[in-house]
Protein backbone atom coordinates (compact mmCIF):
# COMPACT_ATOMS: atom_id res chain seq x y z
CA UNK A 1 0.00 0.00 0.00
CA UNK A 2 1.66 3.19 -0.87
CA UNK A 3 2.13 6.08 2.16
CA UNK A 4 -0.61 8.41 0.40
CA UNK A 5 -3.34 5.60 0.72
CA UNK A 6 -2.36 4.71 4.24
CA UNK A 7 -2.38 8.69 4.92
CA UNK A 8 -5.44 8.80 3.29
CA UNK A 9 -7.09 6.20 5.46
CA UNK A 10 -6.29 7.57 8.87
CA UNK A 11 -7.16 11.07 8.11
CA UNK A 12 -10.42 10.20 6.06
CA UNK A 13 -11.21 7.61 9.11
CA UNK A 14 -10.59 10.58 11.42
CA UNK A 15 -12.77 12.97 9.97
CA UNK A 16 -15.55 11.37 8.32
CA UNK A 17 -18.60 12.05 10.44
CA UNK A 18 -22.23 12.75 9.37
CA UNK A 19 -24.86 15.30 11.03
CA UNK A 20 -28.57 15.94 10.03
CA UNK A 21 -29.17 19.39 8.74
CA UNK A 22 -32.72 21.03 8.36
CA UNK A 23 -33.00 22.77 5.24
CA UNK A 24 -34.94 25.96 5.48
CA UNK A 25 -38.73 25.45 5.02
CA UNK A 26 -38.45 21.91 5.55
CA UNK A 27 -38.82 19.34 7.76
CA UNK A 28 -37.15 16.81 6.31
CA UNK A 29 -33.92 15.63 8.27
CA UNK A 30 -30.82 15.41 5.70
CA UNK A 31 -27.90 13.23 6.13
CA UNK A 32 -24.95 15.33 5.43
CA UNK A 33 -21.54 13.70 5.23
CA UNK A 34 -17.92 15.30 5.48
CA UNK A 35 -14.68 14.03 5.09
CA UNK A 36 -11.02 14.69 4.00
CA UNK A 37 -9.64 13.59 0.52
CA UNK A 38 -7.14 12.45 -0.19
CA UNK A 39 -6.08 15.53 -1.82
CA UNK A 40 -6.51 17.31 1.81
CA UNK A 41 -10.03 18.93 0.54
CA UNK A 42 -12.87 19.09 3.14
CA UNK A 43 -16.01 17.71 1.35
CA UNK A 44 -19.56 17.54 2.70
CA UNK A 45 -22.23 16.17 0.59
CA UNK A 46 -26.02 15.41 1.10
CA UNK A 47 -25.26 12.63 -1.89
CA UNK A 48 -25.53 9.19 -1.79
CA UNK A 49 -21.18 8.34 -1.67
CA UNK A 50 -19.66 4.89 -0.59
CA UNK A 51 -17.47 4.65 2.31
CA UNK A 52 -14.37 7.17 1.04
CA UNK A 53 -11.76 4.98 2.21
CA UNK A 54 -8.70 3.57 0.38
CA UNK A 55 -8.69 -0.44 0.42
CA UNK A 56 -7.23 -3.29 -1.53
CA UNK A 57 -9.93 -3.21 -4.24
CA UNK A 58 -9.74 0.94 -4.61
CA UNK A 59 -8.69 2.16 -8.22
CA UNK A 60 -6.12 4.24 -9.51
CA UNK A 61 -6.12 4.88 -12.92
CA UNK A 62 -3.86 6.79 -14.66
CA UNK A 63 -5.08 8.81 -17.67
CA UNK A 64 -1.39 9.60 -19.15
CA UNK A 65 -1.06 5.78 -19.31
CA UNK A 66 -3.95 5.20 -20.74
CA UNK A 67 -3.49 7.37 -23.49
CA UNK A 68 -1.04 5.87 -25.74
CA UNK A 69 -1.57 2.82 -24.57
CA UNK A 70 -2.05 -0.03 -27.27
CA UNK A 71 -2.65 -3.49 -26.39
CA UNK A 72 -1.32 -6.24 -29.26
CA UNK A 73 -1.81 -9.28 -27.07
CA UNK A 74 0.03 -12.38 -27.50
CA UNK A 75 1.32 -12.86 -30.64
CA UNK A 76 1.24 -16.57 -32.67
CA UNK A 77 1.16 -17.69 -35.95
CA UNK A 78 -1.00 -20.70 -37.10
CA UNK A 79 -1.76 -21.67 -40.82
CA UNK A 80 -0.07 -18.10 -41.87
CA UNK A 81 -2.86 -16.32 -40.57
CA UNK A 82 -1.38 -13.99 -37.07
CA UNK A 83 -3.17 -14.93 -33.90
CA UNK A 84 -3.82 -12.53 -31.07
CA UNK A 85 -4.49 -13.97 -27.44
CA UNK A 86 -5.43 -11.64 -24.24
CA UNK A 87 -6.92 -12.66 -21.50
CA UNK A 88 -9.52 -9.96 -20.04
CA UNK A 89 -10.88 -10.12 -16.35
CA UNK A 90 -14.04 -8.62 -15.68
CA UNK A 91 -14.68 -7.26 -11.62
CA UNK A 92 -17.44 -5.34 -10.29
CA UNK A 93 -16.29 -4.80 -6.57
CA UNK A 94 -13.75 -2.26 -7.14
CA UNK A 95 -14.27 1.55 -5.73
CA UNK A 96 -12.51 4.37 -7.61
CA UNK A 97 -12.53 8.22 -6.44
CA UNK A 98 -13.99 9.83 -9.78
CA UNK A 99 -13.85 13.15 -8.36
CA UNK A 100 -11.78 14.52 -4.89
CA UNK A 101 -14.34 12.94 -2.56
CA UNK A 102 -16.50 11.05 -4.44
CA UNK A 103 -16.03 7.31 -4.29
CA UNK A 104 -17.83 5.46 -6.87
CA UNK A 105 -18.10 1.60 -7.70
CA UNK A 106 -16.56 0.93 -10.45
CA UNK A 107 -17.06 -2.13 -12.94
CA UNK A 108 -13.51 -2.82 -14.79
CA UNK A 109 -11.83 -5.11 -17.47
CA UNK A 110 -8.70 -6.32 -16.48
CA UNK A 111 -9.18 -3.22 -13.42
CA UNK A 112 -9.38 -0.08 -15.50
CA UNK A 113 -12.37 2.04 -17.02
CA UNK A 114 -12.49 2.13 -20.04
CA UNK A 115 -10.62 -1.12 -20.40
CA UNK A 116 -7.36 -2.02 -22.03
CA UNK A 117 -7.30 -0.98 -25.76
CA UNK A 118 -7.32 -4.15 -28.24
CA UNK A 119 -5.20 -3.44 -31.36
CA UNK A 120 -5.17 -5.91 -34.25
CA UNK A 121 -4.53 -5.26 -38.25
CA UNK A 122 -7.78 -6.57 -40.66
CA UNK A 123 -8.06 -10.26 -40.96
CA UNK A 124 -5.91 -11.26 -37.56
CA UNK A 125 -7.57 -13.81 -35.31
CA UNK A 126 -8.42 -11.93 -32.63
CA UNK A 127 -8.65 -14.89 -29.37
CA UNK A 128 -10.31 -13.73 -25.95
CA UNK A 129 -10.30 -15.69 -22.83
CA UNK A 130 -12.91 -13.97 -20.73
CA UNK A 131 -12.99 -14.73 -16.76
CA UNK A 132 -15.93 -13.19 -15.29
CA UNK A 133 -14.55 -12.57 -11.64
CA UNK A 134 -17.68 -10.26 -10.99
CA UNK A 135 -20.53 -10.62 -8.32
CA UNK A 136 -22.75 -10.46 -11.85
CA UNK A 137 -22.90 -11.84 -15.60
CA UNK A 138 -21.26 -10.12 -17.62
CA UNK A 139 -19.74 -10.76 -21.37
CA UNK A 140 -18.10 -8.71 -23.82
CA UNK A 141 -19.74 -7.43 -26.94
CA UNK A 142 -17.65 -6.07 -29.84
CA UNK A 143 -18.53 -3.83 -32.43
CA UNK A 144 -17.40 -5.40 -35.72
CA UNK A 145 -17.76 -7.85 -38.13
CA UNK A 146 -18.13 -11.81 -36.54
CA UNK A 147 -20.33 -14.81 -36.18
CA UNK A 148 -23.02 -14.43 -34.08
CA UNK A 149 -22.23 -16.80 -31.30
CA UNK A 150 -19.05 -14.27 -30.64
CA UNK A 151 -21.34 -11.40 -30.14
CA UNK A 152 -21.66 -11.41 -26.38
CA UNK A 153 -25.13 -11.13 -26.33
CA UNK A 154 -26.83 -14.73 -25.64
CA UNK A 155 -23.63 -16.47 -23.98
CA UNK A 156 -24.39 -14.98 -20.81
CA UNK A 157 -20.67 -15.66 -18.68
CA UNK A 158 -22.20 -16.26 -15.01
CA UNK A 159 -19.75 -14.65 -11.86
CA UNK A 160 -17.25 -16.44 -9.52
CA UNK A 161 -15.33 -17.44 -12.38
CA UNK A 162 -17.43 -18.10 -15.58
CA UNK A 163 -15.31 -18.11 -18.51
CA UNK A 164 -15.70 -18.04 -22.49
CA UNK A 165 -13.29 -17.80 -25.41
CA UNK A 166 -14.50 -15.08 -27.98
CA UNK A 167 -12.32 -15.65 -31.30
CA UNK A 168 -12.81 -14.02 -34.49
CA UNK A 169 -11.29 -12.56 -37.55
CA UNK A 170 -10.55 -8.65 -36.73
CA UNK A 171 -12.35 -6.20 -39.29
CA UNK A 172 -13.45 -4.23 -40.56
CA UNK A 173 -10.99 -1.57 -40.44
CA UNK A 174 -11.57 1.31 -37.91
CA UNK A 175 -11.84 1.81 -34.29
CA UNK A 176 -14.79 0.27 -32.88
CA UNK A 177 -16.29 -0.12 -28.85
CA UNK A 178 -16.63 -2.97 -26.62
CA UNK A 179 -18.81 -3.28 -23.45
CA UNK A 180 -20.68 -5.62 -21.61
CA UNK A 181 -23.92 -6.55 -22.95
CA UNK A 182 -26.13 -8.03 -20.13
CA UNK A 183 -28.96 -6.30 -19.28
CA UNK A 184 -30.01 -3.62 -17.89
CA UNK A 185 -27.39 -2.98 -19.92
CA UNK A 186 -27.33 1.21 -19.35
CA UNK A 187 -26.27 -0.19 -15.83
CA UNK A 188 -23.05 -2.07 -16.79
CA UNK A 189 -21.80 0.65 -19.27
CA UNK A 190 -22.20 3.29 -16.83
CA UNK A 191 -20.14 1.51 -14.39
CA UNK A 192 -17.43 1.04 -16.37
CA UNK A 193 -17.27 -2.11 -18.62
CA UNK A 194 -16.27 -0.78 -21.86
CA UNK A 195 -13.01 0.21 -23.85
CA UNK A 196 -11.63 0.39 -26.92
CA UNK A 197 -11.37 -1.47 -30.29
CA UNK A 198 -8.51 -0.61 -33.31
CA UNK A 199 -8.13 -2.71 -36.29
CA UNK A 200 -5.45 -1.26 -38.41
CA UNK A 201 -5.03 -1.97 -42.59
CA UNK A 202 -2.97 -4.41 -43.42
CA UNK A 203 0.76 -2.38 -43.97
CA UNK A 204 -0.61 -0.07 -41.05
CA UNK A 205 -0.98 3.90 -41.00
CA UNK A 206 0.88 6.32 -41.79
CA UNK A 207 3.16 7.55 -38.79
CA UNK A 208 1.74 9.60 -35.79
CA UNK A 209 1.41 10.32 -32.55
CA UNK A 210 -1.19 7.99 -31.63
CA UNK A 211 -3.68 8.42 -28.71
CA UNK A 212 -7.02 7.09 -27.52
CA UNK A 213 -9.80 9.28 -25.86
CA UNK A 214 -13.17 7.60 -24.56
CA UNK A 215 -15.51 10.48 -23.75
CA UNK A 216 -17.56 8.86 -20.65
CA UNK A 217 -19.70 10.00 -17.69
CA UNK A 218 -20.45 8.58 -14.78
CA UNK A 219 -23.63 9.11 -12.91
CA UNK A 220 -22.62 9.01 -9.34
CA UNK A 221 -25.99 9.63 -7.28
CA UNK A 222 -27.41 6.88 -9.29
CA UNK A 223 -30.31 9.05 -10.62
CA UNK A 224 -30.14 8.42 -14.38
CA UNK A 225 -28.86 11.63 -14.90
CA UNK A 226 -24.68 11.71 -14.96
CA UNK A 227 -22.53 14.26 -12.26
CA UNK A 228 -19.29 14.09 -14.15
CA UNK A 229 -17.65 13.83 -17.78
CA UNK A 230 -14.87 13.17 -19.09
CA UNK A 231 -12.17 12.36 -21.66
CA UNK A 232 -10.59 8.96 -20.12
CA UNK A 233 -12.37 8.77 -17.16
CA UNK A 234 -10.74 11.74 -14.61
CA UNK A 235 -12.96 14.97 -15.15
CA UNK A 236 -10.50 17.97 -15.92
CA UNK A 237 -7.34 15.74 -16.20
CA UNK A 238 -6.09 17.14 -19.14
CA UNK A 239 -6.62 20.21 -18.20
CA UNK A 240 -4.20 19.79 -15.44
CA UNK A 241 -1.73 17.63 -16.98
CA UNK A 242 -1.65 19.09 -20.91
CA UNK A 243 -0.55 16.55 -23.32
CA UNK A 244 2.38 17.33 -25.06
CA UNK A 245 2.80 17.17 -28.74
CA UNK A 246 4.96 18.47 -31.25
CA UNK A 247 5.00 21.46 -33.63
CA UNK A 248 3.84 20.25 -37.16
CA UNK A 249 3.69 16.60 -35.63
CA UNK A 250 0.59 14.52 -37.29
CA UNK A 251 -1.62 13.78 -34.20
CA UNK A 252 -4.46 10.94 -34.56
CA UNK A 253 -6.64 10.58 -32.14
CA UNK A 254 -9.23 7.28 -31.89
CA UNK A 255 -11.95 9.17 -30.11
CA UNK A 256 -15.14 7.35 -28.86
CA UNK A 257 -18.04 8.16 -26.95
CA UNK A 258 -19.38 5.82 -24.51
CA UNK A 259 -21.50 8.50 -22.63
CA UNK A 260 -24.89 6.81 -20.93
CA UNK A 261 -28.24 8.54 -20.75
CA UNK A 262 -27.23 11.90 -23.20
CA UNK A 263 -28.39 11.40 -26.19
CA UNK A 264 -24.95 13.75 -27.91
CA UNK A 265 -21.65 14.89 -26.94
CA UNK A 266 -18.93 16.22 -28.68
CA UNK A 267 -15.15 16.78 -29.50
CA UNK A 268 -14.36 20.40 -30.19
CA UNK A 269 -10.34 21.51 -30.96
CA UNK A 270 -9.11 24.91 -30.50
CA UNK A 271 -6.91 26.59 -32.91
CA UNK A 272 -6.71 24.38 -35.94
CA UNK A 273 -9.24 21.88 -37.78
CA UNK A 274 -9.13 18.50 -38.13
CA UNK A 275 -9.47 15.55 -40.37
CA UNK A 276 -12.81 13.09 -39.10
CA UNK A 277 -13.11 9.58 -40.26
CA UNK A 278 -16.58 8.37 -39.32
CA UNK A 279 -16.18 5.25 -37.78
CA UNK A 280 -12.46 5.11 -38.96
CA UNK A 281 -13.61 2.62 -41.81
CA UNK A 282 -12.38 4.67 -44.51
CA UNK A 283 -8.85 6.20 -45.47
CA UNK A 284 -10.84 9.47 -47.27
CA UNK A 285 -11.96 11.98 -44.30
CA UNK A 286 -15.80 12.94 -44.43
CA UNK A 287 -15.08 16.76 -43.02
CA UNK A 288 -12.49 18.76 -42.13
CA UNK A 289 -14.28 20.43 -39.19
CA UNK A 290 -12.99 21.64 -35.21
CA UNK A 291 -16.59 20.16 -34.36
CA UNK A 292 -18.00 16.42 -34.56
CA UNK A 293 -21.10 15.53 -32.20
CA UNK A 294 -21.60 12.00 -31.32
CA UNK A 295 -24.33 9.74 -30.37
CA UNK A 296 -23.63 6.73 -28.01
CA UNK A 297 -20.84 4.41 -29.02
CA UNK A 298 -20.15 6.75 -31.87
CA UNK A 299 -16.95 7.27 -32.85
CA UNK A 300 -14.08 7.98 -34.99
CA UNK A 301 -10.33 9.13 -36.09
CA UNK A 302 -9.59 12.83 -36.13
CA UNK A 303 -6.25 13.51 -37.41
CA UNK A 304 -4.75 16.72 -37.40
CA UNK A 305 -1.18 19.08 -36.61
CA UNK A 306 -0.67 22.02 -34.64
CA UNK A 307 1.44 25.11 -36.99
CA UNK A 308 1.80 27.00 -34.12
CA UNK A 309 3.28 26.37 -30.31
CA UNK A 310 1.36 26.89 -27.62
CA UNK A 311 -1.52 25.85 -25.47
CA UNK A 312 -4.84 24.38 -26.76
CA UNK A 313 -7.96 23.87 -25.58
CA UNK A 314 -10.20 21.00 -26.34
CA UNK A 315 -13.63 20.26 -24.72
CA UNK A 316 -17.47 19.37 -25.09
CA UNK A 317 -18.75 21.86 -27.12
CA UNK A 318 -21.68 21.04 -24.74
CA UNK A 319 -20.85 23.45 -22.51
CA UNK A 320 -22.26 21.39 -19.49
CA UNK A 321 -20.31 18.75 -19.87
CA UNK A 322 -16.91 20.72 -20.27
CA UNK A 323 -17.99 22.24 -16.88
CA UNK A 324 -18.57 19.07 -15.36
CA UNK A 325 -15.00 17.77 -16.39
CA UNK A 326 -14.70 17.10 -19.87
CA UNK A 327 -12.15 19.49 -20.97
CA UNK A 328 -8.54 19.26 -21.41
CA UNK A 329 -5.55 21.01 -23.08
CA UNK A 330 -2.95 19.98 -25.96
CA UNK A 331 0.78 21.53 -24.79
CA UNK A 332 2.44 21.84 -28.66
CA UNK A 333 6.07 22.50 -28.15
CA UNK A 334 8.07 24.36 -31.15
CA UNK A 335 11.29 23.27 -32.53
CA UNK A 336 14.19 22.92 -29.52
CU1 LIG B 1 -21.91 -6.63 -17.30
Not at 158 to 169: A, H, M
Amino acid sequence: MRPRSMMAISVAAMAALCMAVLLPGSTTAVVEKRFITHSGAVISTTGEVLDPLYTASTVEFDPDEYLRNFEYGRVSQEDGQTIREYTIIARDDQVQEISPGVFYNVWTYNGTVPGPTIRATEGDIVRIQFINQGSKQHTMHFHGIHPAEMDGVFEIVGPGGGQFTYEFEAGPVGVHPYHCHVMPLEEHIVHGLYGVFIVDPAGGRPAADEMVMVLNGFDTDFDGENNFYAANTVPFYYQHHPIRIQQDELVRVYAVNMVEFDPINNFHLHGNLYYYYPTGTDTVPSHYTDMVTLSQTERGILEFSYSYPGQYVFHAHKVEFSEKGWVGTFLVDGPS
